[in-house]
């Protein structure tokens, strides 16, 4: 059996290891916690391909701990147990650094299966370093969340990836043997979408396919041999954000056609289903948003009910909530009045808050005149006064201007009736 090139060069120790360098370089968290010999259990998140396992494996070595590996794709309570019970071997008089267990895709463990981790962890049988490419804050239960710290890693950058092609070039004796020029890299790095080990395999691809000991890359040989054997749809690749791009927006171009059609692409493929729902949640908000405010409330529903049900009887449901929120009316309003009022806080700074909104708990502060010309809404007709919200220098600023759907025109006139023009549009 060939092993794979990904695997042939990957590092094993800190000062070869490619990216990351908020947690790795000089002054990383990780590193100073090898340093001083204190491993916490972590949970890594983050894409596909950015050196999660490769990171784990390296800590172990560093921190010459014992290392179990697990895969929650395949392991069971059974396994773990087992694991911990072998873990907790080398917890001895002598040995007194406690192992480290690895769990790859830990998002995919169950309740139960996390559960069985909580003990181990608290009375240090073991250090846990969970790898997962979903949010852990939906996914992994909060007792086991509260117990670890969570490090992020990002996708790796152009300069990453070049670095990672200069290794395999350098470190492997399989590729040593060839004479490989790479004239140009855009193409492979397009299709590596960021993930070391897709970029490293489609590499490996390329050059076995072209089975010469003198090889010239270009991105249209690239992507001739890439396109010859991909497949349909790969969930943790290219298609994969390239295919919920397409699904956001034909619901955003209100084409109920495209997003059901691109859904099928998605189910069909094995995408996590609970992905497809959070991504409905979000397009509710931020390209509906106030012209039906009952979208978000949907797309809630729906994701709630996606991660009790499951497949296939969730498809149906996700289908229900694609098709609603492609034929609802569309408004970005609130996505870019947020988005103003940020850039403004960045650029402004803290801005004073004015005297008549501050809070007064105490008595220095309402001699200081804190809130004294505040008016309690309530107290006049309509339950509205006019008086001012924003600071000073931002008098005046508008960041949510309606948008041109019946709901928002209503909103639109209410307020320029109410602000006496302020809102004026």
Not at 310 to 319: A, D, N, Q, W
Not at 356 to 379: C, I, V
Request: with cysteine; glycine share 8%; hydrophobic share 35%.
């Amino acid at each position: 059996m060939i092993t794979p090139l990904a695997e042939r060069i990957r590092p094993k120790q800190l000062e070869d290891y490619i990216s990351q360098t908020h947690l790795v370089g000089e002054t990383g968290i990780l590193t100073q916690s090898i340093k001083r010999g204190i491993i916490p259990s972590m949970i890594f998140w983050g894409p596909p391909g950015t050196g999660k396992t490769t990171l784990a494996e390296i800590i172990a070595q560093e921190s010459k701990r014992p290392f179990y590996a697990l895969s929650a794709i395949n392991a069971g309570v059974k396994d773990v147990r087992e694991v911990i019970e072998k873990a907790k071997g080398h917890n001895g008089l002598f040995t007194p650094k406690n192992p480290i267990l690895f769990i790859d895709e830990i998002h995919r463990f169950s309740k139960s299966q996390q559960d069985s981790l909580l003990g181990a962890v608290e009375k240090g049988w073991i250090t846990l370093i969970g790898a997962t490419t979903e949010n852990p804050s939906f996914e992994v239960i909060p007792a086991l969340l509260s117990r670890c710290q969570v490090y992020t890693l990002n996708a790796f950058t152009k300069a990453d990836l070049e670095e990672l092609l200069k290794r395999a070039l350098i470190v492997d004796e399989e590729l040593k043997d060839k004479s490989i020029t790479i004239k140009e890299n855009e193409a492979l790095f397009r299709v590596s979408g960021g993930d070391g080990r897709k970029l490293l395999n489609t590499f490996e691809l390329i050059v076995n396919s072209i089975g010469e000991d003198t090889i010239e890359i270009t991105n249209e040989k690239v992507m001739q041999i890439v396109q010859k054997n991909t497949v349909l749809y790969d969930k943790t690749g290219e298609q994969h954000y390239d295919i919920i791009s397409a699904f956001i927006k034909s619901i955003r171009g209100s084409d109920p056609n495209g997003a059901v059609y691109w859904l099928a692409r998605m189910i069909e493929g094995g995408e996590d289903l609970k992905f497809i729902a959070r991504r409905l949640v979000i397009s509710a908000s931020e390209d509906i948003g106030l012209a039906n405010p009952t979208a978000i409330i949907m797309a809630n529903n729906i994701f709630q009910a996606v991660s009790v049900i499951g497949y296939p009887e969730s498809r149906i449901l996700l289908s229900q909530c694609a098709i609603y929120l492609a034929t609802s009316p569309k408004s970005n309003a609130s996505y870019m009045a947020i988005g103003k009022a940020q850039a403004a806080v960045k650029q402004t700074g803290d801005l004073s808050i004015p005297i008549h909104l501050r809070n007064a708990p105490t008595k220095l502060m309402k001699e200081l005149g804190y809130g004294e010309d505040y008016k309690y809404s309530h107290d006049y007709p309509g339950n509205f006064t006019y008086q001012e919200y924003l600071p000073d220098d931002l008098i005046n600023t508008p960041f949510y201007e309606p948008g041109e759907n019946a709901r928002e025109k209503q909103t639109k006139d209410s307020l320029h009736q109410r602000w006496q023009g302020k809102y004026g549009y």
